[in-house]
């Protein structure tokens, strides 16, 4: 399907996004663009962080909410008014509404962080209702248009509109003015996809030399399937683990920009943006949220596995989109990392019920740098074997061969757990 020009080009311009600066300019900040040493080392490129992550609700969603909601007009505060979200575009809503006194209702996913959910109360307080309901974005999003079809509140929508996207394009006006040349590349995080909408619209007009590119979480990659069929498509089961990102469904509008923009957008496994995750920790100082780390993710030199291989000597800058991440879920990261990094695996072990049984499978079975790191088992006295379910971590991801040469060479009945088992999913 083609769109055409100018129907596209009325819907944002660079000129609404350079008025939507502007317009928010005393409502946030002006994030920094930081080199980053490690990917720059690693891809021979240039790669800047852009530090959405450090607005005072932790993410980029709080310039699309005050652009819409500068905009409206005293009848339309009067109705007030609500939207959905996974927690960062309520955050930045829930702080226009407490800065413009307006009376505001958030439908909040039960999968929401308690991290963001205790944030968008802080930043809202008495001007804001948090509802929590629904098991995805999309059904959270399906009760805030239930509640405004009854009691006539405004819906602020996440992306899909031309007031939110503007605002969420605001960031690539800010890196065409940052920078004394046009990057080679932006990759930029997609959910429904408002900011990758409005950062196309203005680098079209202003930075013609640059590309930009999407990241998409493989598990909820909604964008890249509406490009596929030609049109917004409803995904079925998703994995909600970059839920920043993960939605079921891309918007209307930011699809028609998207394709008409010919924006390529490249799906990233999440077990990628989890070590991506811990790298951003550990090396960087940084604190980001799975959908925070989706573009840096995305990237690595030419040769490489990576979904978006940069050349080396570009000029890069990676989208760092939100910091909203809770402590608690750390162990999941780690585990989602060390799964994808081939490093951790699962087993089904049939252990004889005799004395020394382990015993023998920790000595012949693993190797001097394989590690035990979990152990399921129940003992059953009318049975001659009992199953262990037991999950090992290696010393590197070499050591696979190894450990499977030596379980087929054992005696005991060992059967790997692939990823598509349901008794992976339980503890991954």
């Known amino acids: 399907m083609l769109i ?24 946030v900040i002006t994030t920094p663009l930081h080199i980053s040493e490690r990917l720059s080392e690693s891809t021979g490129a240039t ?30 505060r009067a109705r007030g008014v609500v939207c959905a979200s996974a927690g960062n575009h309520a955050q930045g809503f ?39 309901d629904g098991s995805t974005y999309d059904e959270a999003s399906d009760l805030a248009k239930a509640w405004s079809a009854r009691t006539g509140a405004l819906i602020v929508s996440a992306f899909d509109d031309p007031r939110t996207i503007a605002g969420q394009g605001t960031i690539a006006a800010e890196i065409h003015a940052q920078l004394p040349v046009d990057p080679d590349v932006i990759v930029v995080p997609v959910g429904g996809g408002g900011v990758l909408a409005g950062i196309s619209a203005y680098a079209a007009e202003h930075m013609p030399g640059t590309t930009v590119i999407g990241a998409e979480p493989e598990g909820a990659a909604s964008m890249i399937a ?15 683990f970059a839920d920043g990102a993960a939605v079921r469904r891309a918007g209307d509008l930011t699809f028609e920009i998207i394709q008409h923009h010919g924006v390529p957008i490249e ?7 989890a070590s991506e995750m811990l790298d951003l920790y550990q090396v960087d100082g940084i604190i980001a949220e ?26 890069v800058v990676c989208l760092v989109s939100g910091g909203n991440n809770d402590i608690s879920r750390y162990s999941e990261v780690l585990e989602r990392s060390l799964v994808h990094e081939g490093l951790k695996h699962y087993f089904i072990v049939n252990f004889p019920q005799e004395p020394g049984a382990l015993r023998r499978f920790l000595d012949e079975v693993l190797g001097p740098d394989d590690d035990i790191a979990l152990f399921e088992y129940v003992k059953r006295s009318d049975r001659e074997t009992g199953p262990a379910f ?5 010393g590197g991801p070499r050591d696979l061969a190894g450990l499977l040469e030596r ?22």
Not at 55 to 71: C, D, E, H, P, T
Not at 267 to 273: D, I, N
Not at 298 to 313: F, L, Q
């Open 47 to 76: 790669v800047y962080l852009k530090r959405e992550d450090l607005q005072a609700v932790r993410s980029y969603k709080i310039r699309g909410a005050f652009n819409f909601m500068l905009q409206l007009t005293a009848a339309e």
């Open 390 to 394: 037991v999950g090992i971590t290696l």
């Open 407 to 428: 379980m087929d060479a054992s005696p005991l009945q060992i059967e790997k757990v692939n990823q598509d088992s349901p008794l992976f999913r339980m503890f991954v």
């Open 290 to 315: 799975p959908a925070g780390a989706l573009a840096s993710a995305a990237i690595g030199p030419e040769g490489s596995d990576a979904p978006i291989t940069v050349a080396p000597g570009a000029t």
């Open 94 to 132: 829930a702080r226009a509404c407490n800065e413009l006194d307006i009376t505001g209702t958030i439908f909040v996913p039960k999968t929401t962080p308690r991290q963001k959910i205790d944030r968008i109360r802080h930043f809202g307080g008495e001007d804001v209702e948090v509802v929590i």
């Open 4 to 27: 055409d020009d100018t129907t596209t080009r009325g819907l944002i311009t660079a000129t609404e996004v350079e008025a939507a600066a502007a317009r928010i300019a005393d409502s």
């Open 226 to 240: 509406a490009l596929a069929s030609g049109r917004p498509v409803t995904l079925g089961d998703i994995d909600s």
């Open 267 to 273: 799906a990233v496994p999440e077990g990628r943006t």
